[in-house]
């Protein structure tokens, strides 16, 4: 299943429901596909790409931290 936001960073077209839904069926795959898709939605900004991507970098160690 891929999300319905993939390769789209229009956020309003955030599927909340498809996104659990994978990650309760294929926990592998929704860190597969969540990777995929921050990775598209920054590097579709070049001006930011590199503090976006120091931001996320610090995002996901929070997330590690925490548990």
């Known amino acids: 299943m891929t999300p319905p936001s993939r390769g789209n960073p229009d ?6 429901d ?3 839904e994978l ?3 294929d ?3 929704y860190f597969r596909e969540r990777e995929r ?3 598209d939605f920054i590097a579709e900004r070049p001006e ?10 610090q995002i996901d160690q929070v997330r590690a ?3």
């Open 37 to 39: 898709t921050l990775s």
């Open 48 to 57: 930011s790409e590199q503090g976006l991507r120091d931001l996320q970098s």
């Open 11 to 16: 956020l309003s077209r955030f599927d909340f």
């Open 27 to 29: 926990p592998a795959e």
């Open 23 to 25: 990650a309760l069926r």
């Open 65 to 67: 931290l925490s548990g």
């Open 18 to 20: 498809a996104w659990r």
